[in-house]
């Protein structure tokens, strides 16, 4: 029976390749815009899962209250974490990074321009599941003065030399010792670091404000112990906090708080100022979640009136087979059947799809996305699934739309006039009509934002002006001479220098 229907299914569609192909390619455009955006959901979604004490994990938050104001921020100052090891007891070590910067390391005398470069303490590689390609993972932080390169910035400097134990100025002021290689960070991992230079290194600096008084500029992590309850070590803070700023802080009208964040919800969840540059947002994904299933709903519908109107003309097909003494249920498998053919070979040209225009699509959301990776196997078999789903769902309508027709009406020819008005059709087509009205509507809308934001008057011309970073202190100390040379070159016009790009916001540090 199957083997017979499968051949009848396959026959109609060869029969009707018109209405097959529109049908088949229309399916498979609104699979494969809703299967690219649900991968950009689960990518999402899955940020930061993969580390294996990722429930023990957890970001410190500082939040300041000032006159009922309260300004929660994911930096603090450096002093905070070694107390939190010393004095709050569900704690088992911390980890603390400065916030990334762009500098350029010198080796053989060659520049090489380098961004999210970071101080480190060596237990980092005790709180994540990141592995080092080359060096001790228990050690390569641990000296003052010693950095672990990413991958690719490695392949940058050294090509294929060997770069453990070769020496790098970092912005031809702090001579670094390569200890270790790691790993490009995984595009799901809110840490994305290009070198990580030891933590120890800033305490043989100057003026570097490491205590708790002075210098916002550190991520902290937690690692709290097994069994350790996060409501009672928040419950520690306010005493904890008294002890070490708020007695002095309180004298300004200024008392410091302090929040912990589970590292799986650090990506999406996270509501605080100057969060890392690869912040999510909980608003794209219910934008894109809703998008997706529009979109999905827009094509099942398309199926649907399309595989209804075609079934009307085989009306007399569906007669001659009850005649014959086709039973009710028999027909609607049949129907049905077609139905999950038709996905199954939509989900396969949408497939087809993706692998075309996925690079053009990473292009767009800025992220390195793929589906054809052995991690996402279950992503592919759950796709034949919803294919299956969306085939029985899409084609039951018309299956028992069709199988309800009477064969004695059918065969004297007066079928047309006995079907009805189309009702349920029509209420499909106003809803799938509705649907893409909304997203044109919503799409006309945000493409007028963003050309407003491109085309806004800010009141100065940026055109051909060119940022040059210089980070070293020895550029700032021959301003004078940068911007002689500078003002040499063919086509500059003139020179001009600050401590931060005009519009971003400048860093400060603040005295009581």
């Given at each position: 029976m199957f083997k017979n229907n499968l051949l009848v299914a396959i026959r109609n569609l060869w029969r009707n390749k018109g209405f097959s192909i529109i049908n088949i390619l229309g399916l498979a455009i609104g699979l494969a815009a809703t299967i690219l955006l649900f991968l950009y959901i689960f990518h999402e979604l899955s940020f930061d899962r993969f580390h294996s004490q990722k429930d023990r994990i957890y970001r410190v938050h500082y939040i300041s209250e000032s006159e009922g104001v309260f300004t929660s921020s994911?930096?603090?100052?450096?002093?905070?974490?070694?107390?939190?090891?010393?004095e709050l007891p569900e704690v088992q070590t911390m980890m603390r990074f400065s916030n990334p910067t762009n500098g350029f390391f010198t080796y053989k005398d060659k520049n090489y321009h380098i961004r999210d470069i970071s101080y480190v303490d060596s237990s980092f590689f005790t709180l994540f599941d990141f592995t080092l390609l080359e060096g001790n993972a228990e050690l390569a932080l641990d000296e003052p003065f010693t950095v672990v390169l990413g991958e690719s910035t490695v392949q940058k400097i050294f090509g294929d030399e060997d770069p453990i134990g070769k020496v790098i100025s970092l912005n031809n002021e702090e001579p670094l010792k390569v200890t270790g290689v790691i790993p490009d960070f995984p595009s799901n991992s809110h840490l994305q670091l290009q070198a990580m230079v030891?933590?120890?290194s800033l305490y043989?600096?100057?003026?570097?404000?490491?205590?708790?008084n002075g210098g916002h500029n550190y991520y902290t992590y937690v690692l709290l112990k097994k069994g350790a309850d996060p409501d009672q070590l928040k419950a520690r803070f306010p005493a904890f906090l008294e002890k070490h700023i708020n007695y002095l802080y309180r004298e300004v009208g200024v008392v410091m708080h302090m929040d912990i964040c589970p590292l799986?919800?650090?990506?999406?969840?996270a509501d605080v100022d100057y969060d890392i540059n690869t912040k999510g947002s909980t608003t794209n994904i219910i934008i894109f979640t809703t998008v997706a299933l529009f979109i999905l709903l827009i094509a099942c519908i398309n199926y649907m009136n399309l595989a209804t109107a075609r079934a009307l003309r085989r009306a007399r097909e569906v007669g001659i087979r009850k005649v014959v003494?086709?039973?009710?249920?028999?027909?609607?498998?049949?129907f049905i059947g077609e139905s999950v053919l038709i996905s199954l070979i939509a989900l396969l040209l949408a497939l087809l799809l993706i692998r075309i225009f996925q690079t053009d699509f990473n292009m767009l959301i800025g992220k390195t996305l793929a589906l054809y990776t052995q991690s996402n196997l279950w992503i592919i078999a759950f796709l034949i699934g919803l294919s299956i789903m969306i085939g029985i769902l899409a084609g039951s309508y018309p299956?028992?739309?069709?199988?309800?027709?009477?064969?004695?009406?059918?065969?004297?020819?007066?079928?047309?006039?006995?079907?009805?008005?189309?009702?349920?059709?029509?209420?499909?087509?106003?809803?799938?009509?509705?649907?893409?009205?909304?997203?044109?509507i919503c799409t006309l809308v945000i493409y007028g934002q963003l050309a407003y934001i491109k085309d806004k008057?800010?009141?100065?011309?940026?055109?051909?002006v060119m940022i040059l970073e210089f980070p070293s202190k020895q550029s700032k100390l021959n301003l004078s001479v940068l911007r002689s040379e500078l003002s040499k070159i063919a086509g500059v016009e003139k020179v001009a220098a600050a401590s931060d790009i005009p519009g971003w916001g400048f860093t400060s540090n603040g005295y009581m």
């Open positions: 994911s930096i603090m100052t450096a002093g905070i974490g070694p107390s939190i090891i010393e030891s933590f120890t043989h600096k100057q003026n570097m404000y490491l205590d708790w799986p919800d650090v990506h999406l969840y003494g086709a039973r009710r249920s028999l027909i609607i498998r049949q299956a028992f739309y069709v199988s309800r027709f009477r064969p004695v009406l059918i065969l004297k020819g007066s079928f047309a006039s006995a079907k009805g008005k189309p009702i349920v059709r029509n209420i499909l087509v106003i809803i799938q009509f509705f649907i893409s009205a909304s997203l044109i008057d800010l009141g100065y011309n940026a055109e051909n």
